[in-house]
């Protein structure tokens, strides 16, 4: 399962799963997001091509705004995947402590 | 030993499968390193399946059989009554492209290829089905490669 909501400080926290389940619940809560949005991501465990494209598909819009996203807290499968899909040169990732 | 269940050719199937490939690492004591991996091969194979298999027959499913292998575990994915296609086959995404040019999908086999030790397609006539069989271990590919 995906949670996604607003943290402290405009941070969005997104836990769990990202897979093609739960894309459109968080593709809708993130369609919401304006300017520079900093998404923690300590808590999430999973993420499939899917979940890639709601990340892609937000950069986009956030940029063309004058905006970005930056993903926090990511683990070491989120950033195998990043790295492998060229994501991390497109999205500011920040590892996991 | 392997275990198989047939899946309802749905993206909602997919916290079953996920508690499929889980429950069966557990009883099978395989190392849980590779489950993040390996579901994430499942995912992108199933829902390919679901999304190009459209013009299946009706009513059909989707049978995943894992087995305990290596440390590791293979796995096939068969879908029946459906048109051949090899993914195996299937260029690699532009990674390198800046983010204008960039647009979801694509992505998937791209990155099964680089997750998995090895994977092969074969297509049985007879039953029209689709088989793709992937293998994963701790010492695998990726893990010795690195990215």
Redesign the interface.
């Known amino acids: 399962?995906l949670a996604i909501e607003q943290g402290e400080q405009g941070v969005v926290v997104v836990k769990g799963?990202l897979?093609?389940?739960q894309c459109p619940a968080a593709q809708s809560f993130l369609d919401k997001a304006q300017g520079t949005v900093s998404l923690d991501c300590s808590g999430l465990?999973?993420i499939?091509?899917?979940g890639?494209?709601v990340l892609?598909?937000t950069?986009?819009r956030l940029?063309a705004a004058g905006g970005k996203l930056r993903l926090t807290g990511v683990n070491r499968?989120l950033q195998?995947?990043f790295?492998?899909?060229?994501f991390d040169?497109?999205l500011e990732i920040e590892p996991a402590r | 030993m392997s275990e198989a269940r047939h899946f309802r050719r749905s993206f909602d199937a997919l916290p079953e499968i996920f508690g499929f490939t889980e429950a069966f690492f557990a009883r099978q004591g395989v190392d849980r390193e590779i489950l993040t991996a390996v579901d994430f091969v499942v995912e992108e194979l199933f829902t390919n399946m679901v999304k190009y298999g459209a013009a299946a027959d009706p009513g059909s499913e989707v049978r995943i059989e894992i087995e305990a292998v290596g440390g590791g575990v293979e796995v096939v994915l068969a879908d029946s009554g459906v048109e051949p296609f090899d993914v195996t086959k299937v260029p690699d995404a532009d990674t390198g492209a800046p983010i204008e040019e960039r647009r979801p999908g694509g992505l998937g086999l791209h990155l099964i290829r680089r997750l998995v030790d090895s994977w092969d397609y074969e297509y049985v006539v007879e039953r029209r089905e689709s088989r793709i069989r992937f293998k994963k271990t701790p010492a695998g590919k990726a893990a010795q490669d690195g990215p």
């Open positions: 399962m799963r897979d093609a389940a465990e999973y499939s091509s899917a890639l494209g892609l598909k950069q986009k940029l499968h195998d995947i790295q492998y899909s060229g040169q497109i």
